[in-house]
C-alpha cells in the first residue's frame, strides 16, 4: 500500500461550465490539494456546511445565484467570512474584477487558464491565509496576555493601595503613640517638677516660718523693754543732781540722745522686715499648697501675688536693665474652684517667660523699645458665660509669625541651650486645657506686645 500523500489544502470549485472545473480540479488535484465542485452558488453554500474549503475559487456568471451574491453570503456569514474568495472571470472584464473585488474578493483569475498562474495564486492566498490565522492566534494570545498583565497590574495597584493604606494607619498609630509617650514624659516632668518644687517651697516656708515668729513675737517686748530703759536713764538724769564722770562720759560717747531716738527705729523696721518676711512664706506656702491634691476654691489674685513676690528679685532693676514694672488691673472674681498648685505653676511659667522676653530685649544691642519702660500687664475679668479671664501681656520683642504654632509643643524652646527646656509652656498648655477645661491662647506680634490669654471655668 502507498502511504497517503499529505494534501496543499481543501479548495472549492464553483462553477457551472464542466470544462472549467475539469480543468482547475486536474490541475489542483495533480498539484496535492483536496478539491470538491459545486456547479451554483447555493450548492456551494450548502457544500460549505460540512466541507472545510481553506480557499473558494468563485465563478461570476452562473445560474441562480452569481458569484457576487454567493460572495456577499460568504462573506455575512461567520463560519465562512474568512475563506479567501478568488473570483474567476474573462481577461477584459474589468469591471466585474472591481466590483468582486470591492465584495471581498482577494483576487481574480482570468479565462482561459493559465495553470502556472492558477496554482501560484492560489499558493500566494493560501500562505496569506496562513499568516492571517497565525496572526490572529498571536492576536488571541496577546490579548489574553494584556488581560493577565492588566488583572496583575489591577492586583498589584491594589496590594500597594492595600499596603499604602497600611502604612497610613501604621504611622497615624505611631504617631499617636509618639504623642501620648511625649504627654506621658511631660506629665512625669511636670508632677516630678511640682511635687519637687512643692516639697522645697514647703520646707523652706517651714523652716523660715518658726524662727520668724519667734521674732517677730519678741520684737512687741524689744520695744517696749528698750523704752522702759530709756525712761529709767531720763529718770536717772532729772532726778539725780550730779552723775559720776564716768558715768556722764559714757552718755556722751554713746551718744545717749541719739541712742534714744535711733533705737526704735531700729526695732520698728525689724518689725516691719518680720512682718515682710511672714508675707514672704505665706505667699510660698499658697504658691506651693502641697496639701491640696483636690480641685478647691481659691482666690486667683492671692496666687498671682504670691508668684509676682516670689519672681521680685528678677522684677527688680539691675545694672544691665530698668526695673520691671507690673501693672495690674483685676476685676472683681468670685473663688475659683482650681487645682490651685498647678495654676500657680501656669502663672509662674508665663511671667518667668515675660520676664526673660524683656530682659532679651532690654539687653544691648536689642534695645527695641527705648522710650518705653519694660512693663508686665496683669489683667483679669468675668468674660462669657461664668468663665474666668486671666490675660499676662509685655511690651517685649515678640514672638516671630513661624513659631507661633509651635510655642505649646513639648520640648520646643528658642532660648540657648542649657537655658530653657521647652516644658513650660507645654506644661501649662496642659495644666489650663486638660486639667481645668479652659483655654490658653497666644496674640503676639514683633516688635509690639506678647500677650498669653488664661480662660477657665468658674
Same mark, same amino acid.
Given at each position: 500500500?502507498?502511504?497517503?500523500?499529505?494534501?496543499?489544502?481543501?479548495?472549492?470549485?464553483?462553477?457551472?461550465?464542466?470544462?472549467?472545473?475539469?480543468?482547475?480540479?486536474?490541475?489542483?488535484?495533480?498539484?496535492?490539494?483536496?478539491?470538491?465542485?459545486? #456547479?451554483?452558488?447555493?450548492?456551494? =453554500?450548502? !457544500? /460549505?456546511?460540512?466541507? @472545510?474549503?481553506? *480557499?473558494?475559487?468563485?465563478?461570476? $456568471?452562473?445560474?441562480?445565484?452569481?458569484?457576487?451574491?454567493?460572495?456577499?453570503?460568504?462573506?455575512?456569514?461567520?463560519?465562512?467570512?474568512?475563506?479567501?474568495?478568488?473570483?474567476?472571470?474573462?481577461?477584459?472584464?474589468?469591471?466585474?474584477?472591481?466590483?468582486?473585488?470591492?465584495?471581498?474578493?482577494?483576487?481574480?483569475?482570468?479565462?482561459?487558464?493559465?495553470?502556472?498562474?492558477?496554482?501560484?495564486?492560489?499558493?500566494?492566498?493560501?500562505?496569506?491565509?496562513?499568516?492571517?490565522?497565525?496572526?490572529?492566534?498571536?492576536?488571541?494570545?496577546?490579548?489574553?496576555?494584556?488581560?493577565?498583565?492588566?488583572?496583575?497590574?489591577?492586583?498589584?495597584?491594589?496590594?500597594?493601595?492595600?499596603?499604602?493604606?497600611?502604612?497610613?494607619?501604621?504611622? #497615624?498609630?505611631?504617631?499617636?503613640? =509618639?504623642? !501620648? /509617650?511625649?504627654?506621658? @514624659?511631660?506629665? *512625669?516632668?511636670?508632677?516630678?517638677? $511640682?511635687?519637687?518644687?512643692?516639697?522645697?517651697?514647703?520646707?523652706?516656708?517651714?523652716?523660715?516660718?518658726?524662727?520668724?515668729?519667734?521674732?517677730?513675737?519678741?520684737?512687741?517686748?524689744?520695744?517696749?523693754?528698750?523704752?522702759?530703759?530709756?525712761?529709767?536713764?531720763?529718770?536717772?538724769?532729772?532726778?539725780?543732781?550730779?552723775?559720776?564722770?564716768?558715768?556722764?562720759?559714757?552718755?556722751?560717747?554713746?551718744?545717749?540722745?541719739?541712742?534714744?531716738?535711733?533705737?526704735?527705729?531700729?526695732?520698728?523696721?525689724?518689725?516691719?522686715?518680720?512682718?515682710?518676711?511672714?508675707?514672704?512664706?505665706?505667699?510660698?506656702?499658697?504658691?506651693?499648697?502641697?496639701?491640696?491634691?483636690?480641685?478647691?476654691?481659691?482666690?486667683?489674685?492671692?496666687?498671682?501675688?504670691?508668684?509676682?513676690?516670689? =519672681?521680685?528679685?528678677?522684677?527688680?532693676?539691675?545694672?544691665?536693665?530698668?526695673?520691671?514694672?507690673?501693672?495690674?488691673?483685676?476685676?472683681?472674681?468670685?473663688?475659683?474652684?482650681?487645682?490651685?498648685?498647678?495654676?500657680?505653676?501656669?502663672?509662674?511659667?508665663?511671667?518667668?517667660?515675660?520676664?526673660?522676653?524683656?530682659?532679651?530685649?532690654?539687653?544691648?544691642?536689642?534695645?527695641?523699645?527705648?522710650?518705653?519702660?519694660?512693663?508686665?500687664?496683669?489683667?483679669?475679668?468675668?468674660?462669657?458665660?461664668?468663665?474666668?479671664?486671666?490675660?499676662?501681656?509685655?511690651?517685649?520683642?515678640?514672638?516671630?509669625?513661624?513659631?507661633?504654632?509651635?510655642?505649646?509643643?513639648?520640648?520646643?524652646?528658642?532660648?540657648?541651650?542649657?537655658?530653657?527646656?521647652?516644658?513650660?509652656?507645654?506644661?501649662?498648655?496642659?495644666?489650663?486645657?486638660?486639667?481645668?477645661?479652659?483655654?490658653?491662647?497666644?496674640?503676639?506680634?514683633?516688635?509690639?506686645?506678647?500677650?498669653?490669654?488664661?480662660?477657665?471655668?468658674?
Amino acid at each position: 500500500m502507498f502511504p497517503k500523500k499529505k494534501s496543499n489544502g481543501a479548495i472549492l470549485i464553483v462553477d457551472d461550465n464542466p470544462t472549467n472545473l475539469e480543468v482547475l480540479s486536474d490541475t489542483l488535484t495533480a498539484d496535492g490539494f483536496q478539491v470538491a465542485v459545486a #456547479i451554483d452558488g447555493e450548492t456551494a =453554500l450548502e !457544500q /460549505l456546511k460540512y466541507y @472545510q474549503a481553506e *480557499l473558494i475559487i468563485l465563478d461570476i $456568471m452562473m445560474p441562480g445565484i452569481d458569484g457576487f451574491e454567493t460572495c456577499k453570503r460568504l462573506q455575512s456569514n461567520p463560519l465562512t467570512c474568512d475563506i479567501p474568495v478568488i473570483f474567476a472571470t474573462a481577461l477584459s472584464d474589468v469591471s466585474n474584477k472591481l466590483t468582486g473585488l470591492s465584495l471581498g474578493a482577494v483576487d481574480y483569475i482570468t479565462k482561459p487558464f493559465q495553470c502556472e498562474e492558477v496554482l501560484a495564486r492560489i499558493q500566494i492566498q493560501l500562505k496569506l491565509r496562513k499568516l492571517d490565522k497565525v496572526l490572529k492566534e498571536q492576536n488571541v494570545l496577546l490579548k489574553q496576555e494584556i488581560l493577565q498583565r492588566q488583572a496583575a497590574e489591577n492586583l498589584l495597584k491594589k496590594l500597594n493601595q492595600e499596603l499604602e493604606k497600611r502604612v497610613y494607619n501604621r504611622t #497615624i498609630e505611631l504617631s499617636k503613640t =509618639l504623642q !501620648q /509617650l511625649e504627654q506621658t @514624659q511631660v506629665q *512625669l516632668v511636670h508632677n516630678e517638677k $511640682m511635687s519637687s518644687l512643692g516639697r522645697l517651697v514647703a520646707g523652706i516656708a517651714h523652716e523660715i516660718n518658726n524662727p520668724i515668729n519667734f521674732i517677730y513675737a519678741n520684737l512687741h517686748y524689744a520695744m517696749e523693754h528698750s523704752q522702759n530703759l530709756f525712761t529709767l536713764l531720763e529718770l536717772c538724769q532729772k532726778n539725780l543732781t550730779s552723775l559720776p564722770s564716768e558715768i556722764q562720759h559714757y552718755f556722751q560717747e554713746v551718744d545717749f540722745e541719739y541712742l534714744q531716738e535711733d533705737l526704735p527705729k531700729i526695732l520698728s523696721s525689724m518689725e516691719v522686715g518680720s512682718e515682710r518676711i511672714s508675707q514672704i512664706v505665706l505667699s510660698l506656702r499658697n504658691f506651693s499648697r502641697l496639701d491640696e491634691a483636690h480641685k478647691k476654691s481659691v482666690n486667683i489674685h492671692e496666687g498671682i501675688e504670691s508668684t509676682l513676690l516670689i =519672681l521680685q528679685e528678677r522684677l527688680n532693676g539691675r545694672a544691665d536693665r530698668q526695673k520691671i514694672q507690673v501693672i495690674r488691673a483685676y476685676g472683681e472674681l468670685p473663688l475659683v474652684e482650681c487645682y490651685a498648685s498647678h495654676l500657680n505653676q501656669v502663672f509662674m511659667n508665663l511671667l518667668i517667660n515675660a520676664i526673660d522676653a524683656l530682659d532679651e530685649q532690654n539687653s544691648p544691642p536689642l534695645l527695641i523699645n527705648k522710650l518705653e519702660p519694660p512693663t508686665i500687664w496683669i489683667r483679669t475679668e468675668i468674660s462669657h458665660q461664668n468663665w474666668v479671664k486671666i490675660s499676662i501681656s509685655d511690651n517685649g520683642s515678640g514672638i516671630p509669625t513661624d513659631i507661633q504654632s509651635k510655642i505649646f509643643d513639648p520640648f520646643f524652646t528658642t532660648k540657648p541651650v542649657g537655658k530653657g527646656t521647652g516644658l513650660g509652656l507645654s506644661i501649662s498648655y496642659q495644666i489650663i486645657v486638660e486639667k481645668h477645661h479652659g483655654q490658653l491662647s497666644c496674640y503676639s506680634e514683633i516688635g509690639k506686645r506678647t500677650e498669653f490669654v488664661i480662660n477657665i471655668p468658674c
